[in-house]
């Protein structure tokens, strides 16, 4: 990938993302913002650079951007790579590749595992799949944004193997929380808990860097809540579509749904635990 790259979504993850290529020579002449305020579209993007990157927040903004009027689709053709880089479904991603190689063009998934922080240090995990001459011409600029990048094989192993991950992380969060709310209701000191986990077999950074800001009740949002609640659906959908039964995480997909309901969505993801808490307030 040389200087001409075009960047579709700046929300929190794709912002530092771009920021970061472009501190390491990388030329993003169109940081497109979806919205009035901006004038040019995707395509416009896709026409000037021959390479886009997306990072947008869901399966029905990555499949609109491409295919919706003035879209990624209208520009596309060979010699054009497209790399969504947004956590979708395997579904959502396998139609995008289709469009885009029936076009002419290349195609690559690559998720990212790691959040805002990871992002703004270029320490991204980076979860490729599709075509891997795209890959390998991406591979410099997922150096920039990433401490390692994998390259998955085909098309919807990437977003697979994102969704795994995303579904044990937000089965993890939703374990945490009703253990901090156990402590506390029992006497216990939560900083105590905290200090105690970190010092045992189940040390890990979600719960060094959540717990002091869960147990100040401070959500400044780095993984938005809502996106944590569309990776349990889509795990759960590809939990049902294998045959796989997953009773932990549709209780933890549960508490999402309910913290959306308590309109924390925009919150980050360890709001959940508010949501784990209010049946013991509520009584
Ligand atoms: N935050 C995190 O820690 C991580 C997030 N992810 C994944 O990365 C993706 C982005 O996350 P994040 O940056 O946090 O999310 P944000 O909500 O901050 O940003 C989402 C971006 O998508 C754009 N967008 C939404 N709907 C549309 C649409 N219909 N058409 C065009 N653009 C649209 C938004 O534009 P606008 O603001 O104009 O609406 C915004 O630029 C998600 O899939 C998320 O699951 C992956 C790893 C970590
Ligand atoms: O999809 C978001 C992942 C957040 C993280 O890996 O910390």
Do not use: W
């Amino acid at each position: 990938m040389g200087e001409e790259v075009g960047f579709l979504g700046l929300g929190i993850m794709g912002k530092a993302m771009s920021m970061n290529l472009i501190r390491h020579g990388f030329k993003c002449d169109e940081l497109v913002e979806h919205g009035a305020s901006v004038a040019e579209t995707p395509a416009a993007v896709v026409k000037k650079c021959k390479y886009t990157i997306a990072m947008l927040s869901d399966p029905s903004a990555a499949h609109s951007v491409v295919f919706d009027k003035d879209g990624v689709l209208e520009q596309m053709c060979s010699g054009k790579g497209y790399v969504d880089m947004s956590t979708v479904d395997s579904d959502t991603s396998s139609k995008i590749s289709e469009a885009i190689t029936s076009k002419g063009g290349c195609f690559l998934e690559a998720p990212v595992s790691g959040s805002k922080k990871p992002a703004e240090d270029g320490q991204l995990v980076i979860l490729a799949a599709g075509e891997k001459k795209l890959y390998e011409e991406a591979l410099p600029a997922f150096d920039v944004m990433g401490k390692k990048s994998l390259f998955l094989g085909q098309v919807g192993n990437g977003a697979k193997m994102k969704l795994v991950v995303n579904m044990i992380m937000g089965s993890m969060l939703n374990a945490f929380s009703e253990g901090l709310i156990l402590a506390d209701k029992s006497g216990l000191n939560t900083q105590t808990l905290l200090d105690v986990l970190d010092l045992g077999g189940i040390a890990n950074p979600m719960f060094k860097m959540k717990g002091p800001t869960m147990i100040q009740k401070s959500y400044s949002p780095a993984f938005p809540l809502k996106h944590q609640q569309k990776d349990m659906r889509l795990a759960l959908a590809l939990g049902d579509e294998n045959a796989v039964s997953m009773p932990v995480a549709a209780a933890a997909n549960e508490a999402f749904k309910k913290a959306r309901s308590m309109g924390l969505g925009d919150l980050d993801f360890s709001a959940v635990y508010e949501a784990v808490k209010f049946p013991q307030n509520s009584s």
